[in-house]
């Protein structure tokens, strides 16, 4: 079964930086999306990037230019660095990935219902 495990959070100054790995196992798909969410109490579930398969990324607008999503295939992990942290950047970040069909190995993540999350790891950034 997927089993997927974040680390790397934790508390910085506004301007700092971290990086989030996401471990994955049991994870046997060639097309696939997995991306990084994220959560502050009472706010919905964000979307903070994605990487497919094909390696092609995508970002919320609020992190392009500060975050950069990336996965290395041998070693099953997957990172998100965070650069110039915010205030408003902190929450609950969790990883998610699942198959997606592409015949070119560059499926659309874009609205993919992701079936296997992490348990998340917390980031806070204080000014």
């Not at 964000?46 to 041998?74: C, L, M, P, Q, W």
Request: proline letters at 3%.
């Amino acid at each position: 079964q997927v089993q997927l495990g974040e680390s790397g959070g934790g508390s910085v100054q506004a301007g700092g930086s971290l990086r989030l790995s996401c471990a994955a196992s049991g994870f046997p798909y060639k097309s696939y999306c997995m991306g990084w969410f994220r959560q502050a109490p009472g706010k919905e579930r964000e979307r903070v990037a994605h990487i497919n398969s094909g390696g092609n990324t995508r970002y919320e607008e609020s992190v392009k230019g500060r975050f950069t999503i990336s996965k290395d295939n041998a070693k099953n992990t997957l990172y998100l660095q965070m650069n110039n942290l915010k205030p408003e950047d902190t929450a609950m970040y969790y990883c998610a990935a699942d198959f997606a069909y592409s015949w070119n190995n560059n499926p659309d993540c874009t609205f993919l219902t992701y079936r296997n999350w992490g348990l998340g790891t917390q980031v806070t950034v204080s000014s």
